[in-house]
């Protein structure tokens, strides 16, 4: 009974309310109130483990994690000879004794402090406790941006996002150089911020774009570890650096250059294939290349997905749903795996080989065909979108159509919700203009 009812209240004053029994009374049963409290509290202390004996007789001096009536234990570097040698979390009877217990105080105290910098200890397991407190991104002031690049790199590999890990991880490289080693992220300042951009374009001489791109990644860093609270600024580092506009990039192309890849016919399987995957780009509304080969086309008349540029990234990132346009179907029909599902063009690379493998045929083709404007794979979204504004659809159903964050300075249309209707009617306007303009 005590224990359902402990189950329910972490309070021990709430406990002895439910129950009604004097026994729970803390102030004439201290035994009561040292177990209780040793239900919901955390201790750290020195330990040997007479059960974990090496095999050569000596015993790891270990640090015994108590939470919730659960025990794990760290260990440490240091060992006794006997049992003997270690009596209440302190070595005695070896020469070294001194030393030892300093340095394994010292180690105590770092895992006591990062315990206390722990918020709300009560709601993980003992598990969980152990693995923050060994965990390589100690919570503490002395945390480095390469600490918190490596751990980012972590989860956007595990969210199947190794492309932006990549790139990521380039510019780590570049900070690191630039610090000569590791960078304590609390030393970050607006003058480090304006250093380093100095040092990207005279230093490692990257062109104006790939300067921003790298600055951009560095903001990322320190936004992800004060949002983490694992640092706090009174003038945030990157207040005064300003992003160089970019040029537009005009890869979009007309209506007529578009009807020359559909109507391009050719014995080359490269040049087939590059027709092919710019066409159902286009068809589905300018999705990406990595979201169309991860979708699974079995059994389904609509498209359906959160784009993985996206994913994870943003608050209540919205799914597009469209539906597969009959222009899109043959094409899915001709590549699509039986048995995944998903689209395959018949080679064995890497998605990033493949994406520029597409991306060089879409090229090639282009010039092929004669079209004067740079064709990439990218110039479907463009193209789609440019022909969807020249047609009067509204930007919003666009912004939808293509998984683009709707802008927030248009509070008009806050207020209307971009249904799959509006979605489906805006693909077939622009297709039919295609067929028929």
Same mark, same amino acid.
């Given at each position: 009974m ?6 329910f209240?972490? %309070? ?12 729970l009374?803390?102030?004439? %049963? ?14 750290l202390?020195?330990v ?10 000596t ?10 009536t ?10 006794? #000879? ?10 005695v ?12 105080r010292?180690l105590?105290n ?31 002031? %002395? ?9 980012y790199m ?11 890990a ?18 304590f992220?609390s ?19 990257? #062109? ?9 990644m ?25 992003r ?15 009807k020359?890849?559909?109507d ?28 169309l ?6 059994h ?19 799914r ?28 064995k690379f890497?998605?990033?080989?493949? #994406? ?9 083709l ?6 004067? #404007? ?49 979605a ?8 039919? %203009?295609?067929?028929?303009?």
């Amino acid at each position: 009974m005590l224990i359902i009812l402990f189950l329910f209240s972490t %309070n021990l004053n709430d406990l002895k309310k439910r129950t009604f029994c004097p026994l729970l009374d803390t102030e004439t %049963n201290p035994w009561v109130s040292s177990y209780f409290k040793s239900l919901i509290m955390t201790t750290l202390k020195l330990v040997v483990v007479p059960q974990r004996t090496l095999k050569d007789g000596t015993n790891k001096i270990r640090i015994a994690i108590g939470h919730k009536t659960v025990t794990r234990y760290i260990t440490t570097r240091f060992k006794i #000879s006997s049992l003997n040698q270690f009596k209440d979390g302190q070595v005695v009877n070896h020469p070294d004794a001194h030393i030892i217990n300093i340095k394994l105080r010292n180690l105590l105290n770092e895992y006591e402090d990062k315990l206390d910098s722990i918020k709300n200890a009560q709601l993980y397991s003992c598990g969980q406790l152990l693995k923050l407190l060994t965990s390589n991104t100690p919570v503490s002031k %002395n945390i480095t941006v390469q600490q918190v690049t490596q751990d980012y790199m972590s989860e956007l590999i595990q969210d199947d996002r190794k492309s932006y890990a990549v790139l990521i991880e380039r510019n780590n490289r570049y900070f690191t150089e630039f610090t000569n080693g590791e960078f304590f992220l609390s030393d970050m300042n607006p003058q480090i911020v304006a250093n380093y951009e100095r040092f990207l374009k005279n230093k490692k001489g990257l #062109s104006e774009t790939s300067v921003g791109m790298d600055m951009s990644m560095s903001r990322t860093i320190v936004n992800r570890a004060i949002k983490q609270q694992l640092v706090k600024y009174d003038i945030n580092p990157f207040i005064y650096y300003r992003r160089p506009t970019a040029p537009e990039r005009e890869l979009d192309i007309s209506i007529e250059d578009l009807k020359k890849i559909r109507d391009f016919e050719s014995n080359s399987k490269k040049l087939r294939v590059a027709r092919d995957a710019f066409l159902l780009s286009y068809y589905l509304a300018g999705v990406n290349l990595i979201d169309l080969l991860s979708y699974d086309f079995r059994h389904t008349d609509r498209f359906e997905y959160i784009r993985t540029k996206s994913r994870n990234m943003k608050q209540g990132e919205k799914r597009i749903s469209i539906t597969i346009q009959p222009e899109a179907t043959p094409i899915i029909k001709k590549y699509m795996n039986r048995n995944t599902g998903k689209i395959d063009f018949g080679y064995k690379f890497t998605y990033n080989n493949l #994406s520029r493998y597409i991306t060089r045929s879409i090229e090639k083709l282009g010039k092929e065909l004669g079209i004067r #404007s740079k064709v990439v794979y990218y110039s479907a979204r463009k193209s789609f979108v440019q022909h969807g504004f020249e047609l009067g659809i509204p930007l919003e159903v666009l912004e939808y159509c293509i998984g683009q964050s709707m802008k927030k300075n248009r509070p008009i249309f806050n207020y209307v919700k971009i249904m799959r209707t509006h979605a489906d009617k805006a693909i077939r306007q622009i297709l039919d %203009n295609l067929l028929y303009g």
